[in-house]
């Protein structure tokens, strides 16, 4: 499990991370999301015990340690945002190094150069390796020890169609197995694909956290149902309102915003009215404007 307690951070002035509770159990995958610079590296980075919290704590494992001890390390897999790796090196030599330092079993390496998928470049230097190439390979190495912790900082940035198959794949098949998975994205399809919650970070402090059945229902009551009418009776609007108090006109057409399972009931209400439907179009809530709210009322 991953668990932190009031955890803050500054750089100097700057307050990276305020007081964020936050904790991911066995067999979940939680999605850390939040504009450019609003602390999600930062978090990652003092989970893994790469920076020391200025206040509260950052716990790591079953029992969890604090994040900084040792044995809190060796049960963590990590991808960092900027992977870097000697340019000199071939990609084979790369996940063998990190093996060899993780004391996992030589036959991995194969595995993950396969995960890598790197289309037989593993035995050219990473230096002439394309962006995409070198994500893969981070991922690679991530792969190898059998972390019950993994860290992934925006895993999915530079990945083609391919990759992020892969990737989801990966994340479906620990979570499975019990791991806890941390990742930071920009990519609102990655909260979709693999998030049970997802937590938003604006300006360091935590703003929402939200699972995927809360969001679904947060979706939902963002739906929106157009009809087009045979004709406009002046009583609809007051019949609809215990149904769907927020239904209006717009030009000729009736807007009735509400999740879809109101859909049918509105509708027959509508008939009974004596109208006739010539025309219905129907939206789903979107997450992007979702986020965008979540975010906007922060700001
Ligand atoms: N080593 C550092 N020294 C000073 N300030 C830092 C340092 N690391 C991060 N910061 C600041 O902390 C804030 C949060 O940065 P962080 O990298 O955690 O953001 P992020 O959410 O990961 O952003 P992005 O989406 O761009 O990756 C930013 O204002 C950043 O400038
Ligand atoms: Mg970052």
């Known amino acids: ?6 955890f803050s951070k500054r750089f100097g002035r700057t307050c990276a991370v305020e007081s964020l509770t936050l904790s991911v159990g066995a067999g979940e995958v939680v999605a850390l999301l939040g504009p450019n610079g609003s602390g999600k590296t930062t978090s990652l980075k003092a989970a893994v015990g790469l920076i020391h919290p200025t206040s509260g704590t950052v716990a790591i494992g079953d029992p969890p340690r604090p994040a900084l001890e040792p044995a809190a390390r060796a049960v963590v897999s990590f991808l960092p945002q900027k992977v870097l790796f000697p340019d000199s090196l071939s990609g084979r030599e790369v996940v063998e190094f990190y093996r060899r330092l993780r004391g996992v079993p030589a036959e991995r390496t194969d595995a993950a150069l396969r995960f890598a998928s790197l289309n037989g470049a593993s035995e050219r230097a990473v230096g002439t390796y394309s962006g995409g190439m070198v994500q893969r390979l981070g991922l690679a190495v991530v792969t190898l020890p059998d972390a ?9 940035a530079s990945l083609d169609p391919d990759g992020l198959c892969a990737f989801y794949e990966l994340v479906e098949e620990r979570r499975a197995k019990g791991k806890s998975v941390l990742f930071t994205s920009h990519q609102l ?3 979709d694909r693999l998030a049970d919650r997802f937590a938003v970070l604006v300006e360091g402090r935590l703003v929402a956290v ?5 969001l679904a229902e947060r979706l939902a009551e963002r739906g929106v149902m157009r009809l087009r009418l ?3 009776p002046s009583t609809l609007l007051d019949r609809l309102k215990p149904l769907a108090p927020d239904a209006r006109w717009a030009g000729d057409e009736l807007v009735v915003p ?8 509105v509708l027959d209400r509508v008939r009974s009215e004596g109208v006739e439907v010539r025309g219905l179009t129907a939206e789903e809530g979107r997450l992007d404007l979702l986020y965008r709210e979540l975010v906007g009322e922060e700001r």
């Open 1 to 6: 499990m991953i668990r932190f307690d009031s």
């Open 148 to 156: 019950s912790v993994l860290l992934l900082d925006e895993p999915t």
């Open 189 to 191: 399809g990655d909260v």
């Open 210 to 214: 939200m699972s995927q059945g809360a």
């Open 230 to 232: 045979s004709g406009r």
């Open 258 to 265: 509400g999740p879809a399972s109101l859909r049918p009931a």
